[in-house]
């Protein structure tokens, strides 16, 4: 789907048209008697012009907020010693057992205008050796804290004065909260072993706090873009609701109360997974907003294990010739050294930038993960170690497309595979329903399963089920007399029975995703039933899997099991399940062929995207 954006180069296309049309037509009406109507006119269409071309200035950037983001996750809120001091409380103390020199600050609002005065140079230890340079204080303050315009004595300190007002935004300042039974908030969200509803969130619900933050701290990325934040499987959520007047999301009405593990998703003592149908929410949000036309690009944030996964999907499913950028942190706000802010103005850098464009503006790199200055394409990247710029390529051709740093985003690949606006899965092509699978009994037969509603939104019962099993040589056992694996077999029986739109990655030996014969025995009669096998080498495999049109199974070229998993689970909502044989032990000829048929229109995907 092609969506149109607003730009400078449009309105003057359309000031062009608009003028043209207005001094030909209005002129004849009003009449060369009435100059003054004419004028006013004029006047009030070249303000309006003037508005559009105001906010066609910055673009806009959509924040989506994914599970479990360390990048919206802070550091527990600890009463400072000031507090501490105030309420009688035992005080920090460091490792040889002192009181802290000095209490970690938090981002926090004043409540009220305050005065305060600054010492002059004091924000750099070498300001004073070059004293000359700078101009006189605002005044001095002296031993009694009274504040003076002129030194009257030499122990008068030199100040600026200045007025910290609410408005001005957060600052750093000593947090002075404390519990409601007296005791001080330390460095754990909760007391250990304490439920849920008794605990601080410290994942923030939506991405402004986070920008605000970044900008507070120089990320100078307010100038650039205008912002939207939605959330569509946050890792933070509103237990209480929360009043239409105070949301900070996109959205329209009061939010009601959010469950945790149903609503949002966090990691830690209450750890809650986003289940595989959320996905559906995550595509129809993420499409709706692009289809608006709104937004330059869109940044995805979700925790560092598990981006790499949707971001791939993203890259598959959302029809956009724009940017999607996923951003992801290995430390939590606040720590020393926190990752997580630069990538994120990285991101802003790279869609504000336009690098990602041809000639006609369209996105040439579909969806991206950008990390450590380093920006990859979504269908190779893959986390390594939790650490910044712990993240590589897989597959061992490419992966790594581009650069970000001080001289700004720099391509320097562009991936040769479907994506975004040109994937043949985009969720705006696929079709209102597809084929499965269902068995009773020793029976498999096909069934019709929605995949959209009549608002051409996915439909949540649409994810399909794809697991992944692993496969080793050493694993078969002789004294075992059967012709099968008794996991895999429980497997295909689950699928059938429980899921009629399923699917299966088997990761073999690298480079050729080779199994042991009685589990390539079983997966083959899962095959027979109907459910597509792709085949993945283990590990980052460096070689391409040899694609057999005579085999029963999907050739998964050089992806990991992963990657390959979130492409089959978009590809059989396109393409429907195979088609089951009457007797999966004993298949027919023709039974055999009209699945390699169905195949083959796998593999192509597999081979393009």
């Known amino acids: 789907m092609k969506t149109k954006f607003i730009t400078r180069k449009n309105i003057r296309k359309f000031q062009q048209l608009l003028k043209e049309n207005f001094t030909t037509k209005y002129s004849k009406l009003v009449g060369a008697e009435r100059p003054i109507t004419l004028i006013i006119s004029l006047t009030i269409y070249c303000v309006f012009i003037s508005q559009l071309l105001i906010a066609a200035e910055k673009p806009r950037i959509a924040f989506f907020s994914g599970p479990t983001a360390t990048i919206q996750n802070s550091q527990p809120l600890i009463t400072s010693n000031k507090a501490r001091t105030k309420h009688d409380l035992p005080l920090i103390k460091d490792s040889s057992g002192q009181p802290l020199s000095y209490d970690m600050l938090f981002p926090q609002r004043l409540g009220t205008p305050v005065t305060i005065y600054i010492k ?21 303050i002296n031993s009694q804290g009274d504040f003076h315009t002129q030194q009257k004595s030499p122990s008068d300190i030199p100040v600026y004065k200045v007025i910290l007002k609410p408005e001005d935004g ?26 849920f509803s008794q605990a601080r969130q ?20 307010y100038g650039m873009a205008d912002y939207d ?19 900070t999301d996109q959205g329209k009405g009061n939010i009601p109360p959010e469950r945790h593990g149903e609503h949002f998703f966090t990691y830690g003592p209450y750890n809650a997974d986003a289940p595989r149908s959320h996905l559906a929410r995550v595509t129809n949000m993420v499409q709706k907003a692009f289809s608006s036309g709104l937004y ?12 790499e996964d949707t971001v791939y999907w993203l890259n598959l499913l959302i029809d956009t010739n724009r940017p999607i950028v996923g951003n992801a942190a290995q430390r939590k706000r606040g720590l020393v050294s926190a990752d997580g802010d630069g990538n994120i103005v990285d991101a802003v850098h790279y869609i504000t930038s336009e690098v990602w464009a041809d000639d006609k503006g369209r996105n040439r790199m579909g969806a991206v993960l950008i990390q450590a200055q380093q920006i990859f394409s979504s269908r190779e990247v893959q986390k390594e ?5 712990g993240y590589v390529y897989t597959g061992g051709h490419g992966g790594i497309v581009g650069s970000t740093g001080m001289d700004g985003p720099r391509v320097t690949f562009f991936p040769n595979r479907k994506h975004t606006y040109l994937s043949e899965l985009r969720s705006t092509i696929l ?4 084929i499965g699978v269902r068995k009773e009994g020793s029976k498999v037969w096909t069934v019709t399963v929605p995949i959209k509603n009549s608002k051409g939104e996915i439909l949540p019962s649409a994810i399909p089920l794809v697991t992944i099993m692993k496969g080793s040589r050493w694993h078969a056992d002789p004294l075992v007399k059967t012709s099968g694996e008794e996991d895999m077999i429980a497997r295909r029986e689950k699928h059938l029975t429980s899921y009629p739109l399923s699917g299966i990655v088997a990761e073999g030996l690298a480079p050729y995703g080779k199994l042991v014969a009685s589990m390539e025995t079983e997966l083959r009669k899962a095959v027979l039933s109907g459910i597509p096998v792709v085949k993945a080498a283990r590990g980052n495999a460096g070689g391409f899997m040899k694609t057999d049109p005579d085999n029963l199974f999907i050739e998964g070229q050089n992806m990991t099991a992963t990657k390959a998993r979130m492409l089959l689970m978009a590809s059989i909502m396109k393409l429907g399940m195979l088609p089951p044989a009457t007797n999966p032990n004993n298949p027919t000829k023709e039974e055999i062929q009209a699945i390699q ?4 229109h796998y593999q192509k995907i597999l081979h393009t995207h």
Do not use: C
């Open 170 to 195: 957060l600052y750093p300042l000593p947090y002075m909260a404390i519990q409601s039974d007296g005791k001080a908030w330390n460095g754990t969200a909760t007391e250990p072993g304490a439920p």
């Open 597 to 600: 048929e169905k195949i083959e």
């Open 296 to 307: 330059k690009g869109a940044i995805w944030l979700e925790g560092s294990p598990n981006i």
């Open 120 to 140: 002059q140079f004091s924000a750099h230890p070498l300001e004073s050796d070059v004293s000359e340079l700078y101009a006189a204080p605002d005044g001095y």
């Open 202 to 221: 410290t994942f923030y619900p939506d991405a402004s706090r986070t920008l605000e933050e970044i900008e507070r701290n120089g990320g100078g990325i």
């Open 229 to 247: 934040f939605f959330r569509p499987a946050p890792p933070g959520g509103y237990t209480k609701g929360l009043s239409s007047s105070q949301r």
């Open 385 to 389: 170690d939790a650490r910044p710029g």
């Open 431 to 434: 079709p209102s329903a597809t």
